[in-house]
C-alpha cells in the first residue's frame, strides 16, 4: 500500500479551537503512522471573513502542537483562475443553470428539509426558460444538477454512510450569486489536483462526502479515503465554535503545554487510557483507526485547565 497523502485544511477566519485541534491531530496521527505527506492548505475563499494575520496564528500554532506539514498549497483565495477553469467544465457539459431562489424561499416551512432542518433544493429553477430567468433583476447563484443515484462512503471511522443526492441533497450550488465558488467545488479541485488520498475532517462534514465525491467523478479525479472523526462538545453539551471562542489556542497555550494537551486529546479519542503528557511524534507508534471512537465526545476541560 502507497504512503498516504493527507491535509490539513483550516479556515483562518479565527483562532482554532479544541475541535479543530482534535481533528488536526487524528489527520496527522493517520498520515504519519504510515510515513505519508501532509499539505497545509488555507481555505480562505471567503476574503471577508478570513485574513492573514489568522493564517500566520494558524501556522504558529500547529507549530507548538507538534503537527508539522511537508508543504504548504497556494490559498484558495489566489485560485480563483483554477475554480473557473473547472466551473467552466461543468458549464460545458449542460450540469448547471442560474437560480434566483432567495435565501427565505429556500429555507421556507414549505420547502423540503430533511429530519436536520437541512433544506432539499427540489429543482425550482432548473427548468427557467430564457425569458422568465430574463425578468429576474439580480445575480444567480449556479448549481450543478445531480443525478438520481446512490453514493456510498466507507468512512473509516463511521462506517457505511449512504446518500441519494436527488432526494437527499439535490442540485447544489457550486457559485454563489456574488461570484464566490462555494466549498464544495473548490476543496474538490484542491484535494484532486494536489494528489490527496486521504481526507480527515469532522463529522459535521460527513454529507459533503456525496457531493465531493460526484464532482471527483465529473472531473476524473479518484476518490480519496474518508475519515470523519467525531465533534468535542462543551461539558454543557454545545458544539465548540470559533464564534463562541471555546478554548481557542490563545486560552490554552497560557494555561497549559502542547503535550499536555495532545495527552488529553489522545485520551479524548481512545488512543490512551488517561490523560498523560506526551508530544505528537510519540504518538504515532500508539495510533490506530480501530481505536478511535465515532460518537461525539463531551470533553472535561477541568482535567486540562484548573
Known sequence: MS???GRFAPTPSGRMHLGNVFAALIAWLSVRSRNGTMILRMEDLD???????????LREDLLWLGLD???????????????????????ASGLLYPCYCTRNQLHSVNAPHLSD???IYSGTCRNLTDSQRAAFDRAPAWRVQ????????????????????ATDCGDFVVRRSDGLFV???????DDGLSGVTEVVRGTDLLSSAPRQMFLQELFSFP???????????????????????????GYLRSRCSAEQLIGLLAHTAGLLPQPEVISARELVDLFSWDLLRPDSIVIDTALLVP
Open 223 to 249: 476518490h480519496p479515503t474518508y475519515g470523519h472523526v467525531p465533534l468535542l462538545l462543551a461539558p454543557d453539551g454545545r458544539r465548540l465554535s470559533k464564534r463562541d471562542r471555546d478554548l481557542d489556542l
Open 69 to 91: 506539514w511537508d508543504t504548504e498549497a497556494q490559498p484558495q483565495s489566489q485560485r480563483t483562475a483554477v475554480y473557473q477553469a473547472y466551473f467552466d467544465r461543468l458549464q
Open 146 to 165: 445531480v443525478p438520481d443515484r446512490q453514493w456510498t462512503v466507507e468512512d473509516l471511522l463511521q462506517g457505511i454512510y449512504e446518500e441519494n443526492l
Open 117 to 119: 432542518g437541512t433544506y
Open 3 to 5: 504512503a498516504p497523502i
Open 183 to 189: 466549498y464544495q467545488l473548490a476543496v474538490t479541485v
Open 47 to 57: 476574503i471577508q471573513r478570513t485574513c492573514p494575520e489568522n493564517a500566520r496564528l
